[in-house]
């Protein structure tokens, strides 16, 4: 059975994300964490990097994964990735904080349907090109064959979520993503946006939101994303 390399590193809370409180030391203690947790989009970013490094171009252009957290990471723990085809997972000592299920090529998505969101245009500069980079992913298949990083999908779906849908703390638990075309830096992307669903658990009011993103007209990325969107007190 394949399995894809061992990766570990030092978790960076970047400081973009200190709009919501849970990625500030004040915030996150003030949730019930032990700290500043570091973005959901993040650990994503680590958790792909040994996927993109197995299966290469053709899985950032036309794979697809579906990421779940189980627990925080704060910043600077130590997280070590590991894993193969069937599931990646992201650990600090002996507690599993993430995890991937990859998919070698992404299935097409059905008709989208939902609560309308305000629609956003987004041009992939390099706030957005360079985030896995400034998180200390650094895989140069990225930079050599000018692709955009899988990472940047949830992350602007993360941007919807907090323009449009939250105010105050929240927390990301889900993404599900569908790479259905090449973008490269530069590229003027149009995100469509329904929300589809909205619930209640223990932990707070969930959402689910269904993105579709596309350059020029061309089908890029359908990402599935769930969040508290209102903690529970």
């Given at each position: 059975m394949e399995t894809f390399s061992r990766w570990s590193i030092a978790a960076v809370n970047l400081p973009e994300h200190a709009d919501?409180?849970?990625?500030?030391?004040?915030?996150?203690?003030?949730?019930?964490?032990d700290g500043a947790v570091?973005?959901?989009?993040?650990?994503?970013?680590?958790?792909?990097?040994?996927?993109?490094?197995?299966?290469?171009?053709?899985?950032v252009v036309g794979g697809g994964y579906e990421a779940w957290f189980r627990g925080p990471v704060l910043a600077d723990?130590?997280?070590?990735?590991?894993?193969?085809?069937?599931?990646?997972?992201?650990?600090?000592?002996?507690?599993?904080?993430?995890?991937?299920v990859p998919e070698r090529r992404a299935k097409t998505p059905s008709e989208a349907s939902g609560k309308r969101l305000e629609p956003l245009v987004v041009e992939l500069d390099d706030r957005w090109v360079g985030y896995?980079?400034?998180?200390?992913?650094?895989?140069?298949?990225?930079?050599?064959?000018?692709?955009?990083?899988?990472?940047?999908?949830?992350?602007l779906a993360n941007?919807?979520?907090?323009?449009?849908?939250?105010d105050g703390a929240w927390v990301h638990t889900r993404s599900r993503v569908r790479h259905l075309g090449?973008?490269?830096?530069?590229?003027?992307l149009v995100i469509e946006s329904w929300e589809v669903d909205r619930f209640s658990t223990r932990a707070g009011e969930r959402a689910v939101v269904d993105l579709r993103m596309t350059v020029d007209g061309r089908p890029v990325c359908?990402?599935?994303?769930?969040?508290?969107v209102r903690l529970a007190h």
């Open positions: 919501n409180p849970v990625h500030t030391v004040e915030g996150g203690l003030a949730a019930g964490y570091v973005a959901g989009t993040t650990v994503i970013a680590y958790l792909t990097r040994p996927v993109a490094a197995a299966w290469g171009r053709a899985w723990e130590r997280v070590v990735v590991v894993g193969g085809p069937d599931e990646v997972v992201a650990s600090v000592g002996d507690r599993v904080c993430a995890r991937l896995a980079a400034c998180a200390g992913e650094d895989l140069e298949l990225y930079a050599e064959q000018q692709l955009v990083h899988p990472v940047v999908w949830p992350s941007r919807v979520f907090a323009t449009q849908l939250v090449a973008a490269a830096p530069g590229d003027a359908a990402v599935e994303h769930e969040a508290i």
